[in-house]
């Protein structure tokens, strides 16, 4: 088994900055990838962005240019560094762990960026 534990969110003004951080422990040799999804409220979760335990990236169109996900392999620690925030990334974040067939989450953590 794998848990899974977000950090960092909370309220920024718009035009702010904010760094996420996602810490995996428990049976962790084989996470292939982690990544970060949102979900606000009425809204389908969305993607935001993924890296492999290789460094391959991945992101959502509506977060290129201002958001960048690294990673800590020795930590098995992800991040994700948020800047130039707009109302719209407003929602409840959370990180998810990819091992083999199986995929672990956290249990959030809520941005909510003000105008």
């Known amino acids: 088994q794998v848990q899974v534990v977000e950090s960092g969110g909370g309220l920024v003004q718009a035009g702010g900055s904010l760094r996420l951080s996602c810490a995996a422990s428990g049976s962790i040799f084989s996470i292939s990838a982690m990544g970060w999804y949102r979900q606000a409220p009425g809204n389908e979760r969305e993607l935001v962005a993924s890296i492999t335990s290789g460094g391959s990236t991945n992101y959502a169109d509506s977060v290129k240019g201002r958001f960048t996900i690294s990673r800590d392999n020795a930590k098995s620690t992800v991040y994700l560094q948020m800047n130039s925030l707009k109302p719209e990334d407003t929602a409840v974040y959370y990180c998810?762990?990819?091992?083999?067939?199986?995929?672990?989450w956290g249990q959030g953590t809520q941005v909510t960026v003000s105008s």
């Open positions: 998810n762990a990819e091992r083999g067939m199986h995929d672990y």
